[in-house]
């Protein structure tokens, strides 16, 4: 267990200890009362909505051994570390942190497929691994992921990082300062908060930039069309198909792949790393096309850092899908494919294409498509386009919800749908209506707002051995 210096706090932070008092034993960081477990420091973090110092009582009760604060309440008998900013006073100590662990760290970005890539890069590379939790990904989820690095316990860290603005990536970069970068692709998200995709591939070359000297960084070949990734150096690897020309780089920058499919569902990825001049060859479950792309970069990461093929071969017969990304549920006579966690266009059509594929047998579809969220003014341009790319058998039906539903249905009626099988939703609760004594299998997506694994019978159960994954 780590046990943190409170002197060393104050001089990684700026600030100052106020009422006298130390903190006798620092166990660990926490910026919620209600997950706060004792012996931690209590980030007092100002929010729009609330304050973090409108709770350093509670914080006291439930056993924090101080806090980080940027206004002192002398009238508490509490070690109090004052700063300016809670906030850049936390991402300092955790800088500060990072260059001290000694071990690899893998950052991981891109437009989707980063909580997927950064659990199997964890996976992989075994029980010695640090992971960011769920998808903590952001501003304060990175250096809170930063400070759980333990010197006696982890030789890696896999860092997952996410930005829906411009400026985040560049601040996360100067935290994780990777020794292996990660980038999943490049896809149209965020864009209220960025601009165009140029801008998201932008933001995320930082990452790459970023990657410590004599590190390497990973990403498929799709990220050449971005001026950004083909400026890197050599410390690229790309990955690209065995049959594909990509200019203007040796070959022993680019990992190469071919991807064979049997009629059991099981499908046998072939890699040729040029670090190692051999093919290594590794079976999955059915998985999407991003998926596959996801895995190949978490195997070429772990296959660098030293893990034996049968080692990968091993770890790979526990993977499941992480919670509503790719999931199957079954209750009664209906089957539920979950990948509803978030949506954006590239992930809804990559869903929807292992959808088809895994269940091309099953009988009838029930589509419940929820809005994609954060495309600015290309949100008409999107919906239409998915809308446009699914094809309705006689038997199947969609059901809309959202703000952007037309859009969507505008594309369903264009891709010569029957109207009659297209039904816009008011609101989420209404297709409990058509899900009742529905026999088929059912396909959930879309963006986080939507909440769409709340449509879920209760008693639907998980099934582990009948899973497909996608991006």
Known sequence: MQIFDPLELEKMSNGIWTNGKLPEEIRGFAFDTRELKKGDL?????????????????????????????????????????????????QNIARKHREEFGGKIIGITGSCGKTTTKDLVSLLLGEESYKTFLNHNNLLGVPMTLMGLDNDLHKFGVIEAGMNIRGEMECLVSMIRPDISIITNIFPVHLEGVGEIKDIAREKAYLAEGTKQGGIVLFPKSCLEYEEFRSLGSKVRVLAKKEEVIEDLLENQIIRYEIEEDLDDVITIHLELPDFAKIYSFDLPMVSEGVIINVMLAISTALLLGVQPEEIRERLLNWVPSKYRGEIYQSGKQIYYADCYNANPASMLDALGVFQKRFKNFGRYLYVLGCMGEL????????????????????????????????YFLGLKDAGNDFSQIICLQNKEKAFEYLNGFEGAVFLKGSKPYALWELLPKEAALQKSRKIITC
């Open 42 to 90: 209590f980030l007092a973090l100002k929010g729009d909505i609330r304050d973090g110092h409108d709770y350093l009582d509670e914080a006291m009760r439930v056993g924090a051994v101080g806090a980080i604060v940027e206004k002192v309440d002398l009238n508490r008998n509490f070690p109090q570390l004052q700063v300016s900013n809670v906030l850049e006073a936390f």
């Open 376 to 407: 600015s003014d290309k949100a008409e341009l999107y919906h239409y386009q998915v809308g446009k790319s699914l094809k309705l058998r006689d038997e199947d039906s969609v059901l809309l919800l959202g703000r952007d539903a037309p859009h």
